[in-house]
């Protein structure tokens, strides 16, 4: 079982930056690859980046890619995505994920566990 818990939303304006992190419980987290989802009002929930247990693979979706980065703390449990040159397109409620076979795929069904959310806002 792992336990994920999303932090660091807000609201931000165009071009600024936020940082989220995804705190996980459970002595298995090193052992899942890890991926952040955002889900737009009216939208599907959508792939946006994932990294594998060991952070040496990365994957974005085309829409973020140069502005957001992925990266994971084994030793903390815990896996952060750094968002810069926000825009408005970007607010979403955004949801970690872990999964064991994930990168090469951006679909939800990929991962086992998911977070509560952590809204992210972004005002033009």
């Known amino acids: 079982q792992v336990q994920l818990v999303e932090s660091g939303g807000g609201l931000v304006q165009a071009g600024g930056s936020l940082r989220l992190s995804c705190a996980a419980s459970?002595?298995?987290?090193?052992?899942?690859?890890m991926g952040w989802f955002r889900q737009a009002p009216g939208k599907e929930r959508e792939f946006v980046t994932a990294?594998?247990?060991?952070?040496?693979?990365?994957s974005y979706a085309d829409s973020v890619k140069g502005r957001f980065t992925i990266s994971r703390d084994n030793a903390k449990n815990t896996v952060y995505l750094q968002m810069n040159s926000l825009k408005p397109e970007d607010t979403a409620v955004y949801y970690c994920?872990?999964?064991?076979?994930?990168?090469?795929?951006?679909?939800?069904?990929?991962?086992?566990?998911w977070g509560q959310g952590t809204q992210v806002t972004v005002s033009s």
């Open positions: 990294i594998s247990w060991s952070g040496g693979s990365t």
């Open positions: 459970g002595r298995t987290f090193r052992t899942y690859a």
């Open positions: 994920a872990a999964g064991k076979a994930v990168l090469g795929t951006a679909s939800v069904y990929a991962y086992d566990y």
